[in-house]
């Protein structure tokens, strides 16, 4: 597991573009962190440095999932909060987006942990308010690989 500090949202941007080299098609990266810890920030980061090219990534917290196209893949972005447990999310297609060469990001990937697959990176991110408003702390691994 890897531990990483960032004091500020241009920390932050840059580990997304770091970890953005290192994902591949068929990835999947699973994001959890208490309500406002940056989930969706660090999303948006990820996803411009994989190649989206829209302005605004927001969260599908109502729709449950976002498709992206880029040059390269299809990106998935998952909100999982409005979720009670895994087996409302294949209500969604959830396993046809999941088990594809895409790459999907899932928020609140806790809610639906049982649903995916063994091999996946993941990312909980915390807030420490002591150190800065925007201090957040990442531990980064991946699982099953």
């Known amino acids: 597991m890897k531990k990483v500090s960032c004091e500020g949202l241009l ?7 770091d ?15 208490d309500l406002g810890a940056g989930k969706t920030a660090f999303t948006g980061f990820l996803l411009k440095a994989l190649g ?14 976002n498709e992206y196209q880029t040059k390269l893949f299809t990106i998935y972005h998952f909100d999982a909060y409005r979720l009670a447990n895994s087996e409302e999310i294949f209500d969604n297609g959830f396993d046809e987006y999941i088990y ?6 899932i928020e609140w990937a806790s809610i639906v942990m049982d649903a995916l697959p063994k091999n996946r990176w993941e990312i909980i991110i915390t807030k ?18």
């Open 19 to 33: 970890l953005a080299k290192q994902i591949k098609k068929g990835d999947v990266i699973c994001l959890d962190g």
């Open 100 to 105: 594809s060469d895409a790459i999907s990001v």
């Open 52 to 65: 989206v090219q829209e302005e605004s990534i927001p969260s599908p917290t109502f729709s449950i999932v």
């Open 11 to 17: 920390d932050t941007q840059k580990l997304a573009q």
């Open 128 to 145: 420490d308010l002591e150190k800065g408003e925007e201090y957040r702390d990442f531990s980064i691994s991946k699982e099953g690989k």
